[in-house]
């Protein structure tokens, strides 16, 4: 019986079962990352099947190619046609490769910043982790949360200029060495527009120490004025400086930090932020 012109049962039963597996494969990576990331599953689906959809017409046209070309020259042509569709594929799982590669290069450059402090030790790799978590709450697009998860991973990567007696310092710092700091958003900003595949993260680096009322730094933005993804950051940094040991105090509770945050809305914060973080803090505890 044929179920298309041209195609038997059989037939179509070769050409289907890479698409059902494809699919099935696609279904239980949405559950995983569903599940481990606390991503809400219709907001994965977009995202993945932009990513996913050419792997799985490659590998149905590479099916189709080598049953016909079997059919036309036997076994060798299986080889020979195998051999071509391999080919074809290796640039798509190689750019999946280098992202992979590229973020956790990132990854090792802000360790490297966070070690100029050892009490800060992975410090922009747990600000990230929060602020992706938060603009998921917030149910932001999947590539805005992606560019957020950058511009945190990169916030402080500004104060690779600053001297490390500076950042290590115990006691305030004095006028001088604090406008040194607060140099390293506009530093830290010019490093990543200098990389085309860094610079959509520039603004959240920028102006991740603006505060809400408009008394912060570098431009005195206020409210909305602020990026998004820098209000974000702005309170997951600040969570967890607060929660972080320190050799002149001990970090607070989750608890306390989230009452100091809460006591800074609409001075420091963002509210919105604040209620993200704390519904991370939720989910994750």
Not at 25 to 35: D, E, H, N, P, T
Not at 101 to 114: E, G, H, P, R, T
Not at 154 to 178: C, F, N
């Amino acid at each position: 019986v044929s179920l298309l012109p041209g195609l038997t049962a059989e037939q179509m039963r070769l050409v289907l079962l890479p698409v059902v597996c494809l699919a099935t494969m696609f279904a239980l990576q949405v559950v995983r990352i569903s599940i481990l990331e606390g991503i809400k599953t219709r907001r994965l689906l977009s995202p993945l099947l932009r990513s996913a959809l050419p792997h799985l017409i490659a590998i149905v046209v590479a099916v189709v190619l080598i049953w016909g070309v079997f059919r036309l020259i036997g076994p060798l042509g299986v080889l020979l046609t195998s051999v071509v569709a391999i080919e074809m594929y290796y640039p798509w799982k190689l750019l999946g490769a280098q992202r992979d590669l590229f973020l956790k290069s990132l990854q090792m450059i802000s360790n490297a910043v966070d070690l100029k402090d050892p009490y800060t030790a992975h410090h922009s790799r747990r600000v990230s982790e929060y602020a992706t978590m938060m603009a998921r709450v917030l149910d932001v697009p999947e590539v805005e949360a992606e560019r957020i998860r950058i511009g945190a991973l990169m916030h402080d990567i500004g104060k690779i200029g600053v001297p490390g007696d500076v950042i290590r310092k115990p006691s305030r710092l004095t006028d001088e060495e604090m406008a040194l700091m607060k140099r390293h958003v506009e530093a830290g900003a010019s490093i990543v527009e200098e990389l085309e595949i860094l610079n959509r993260s520039s603004d959240v680096v920028r102006h991740h120490h603006e505060n809400y009322d408009g008394s912060g730094y570098p431009s005195g933005l206020a409210g909305p004025g602020i990026p998004l993804g820098a209000r974000i950051v702005f309170v997951a940094d600040a969570f967890d400086a607060m929660t972080t040991d320190r050799p002149y105090r001990k970090g607070r509770s989750v608890l306390e930090a989230v009452k100091v945050l809460e006591a800074n809305v609409n001075t420091q914060f963002d509210p919105r932020a604040v209620e993200a973080l704390k519904a991370v803090l939720t989910f994750t505890s």
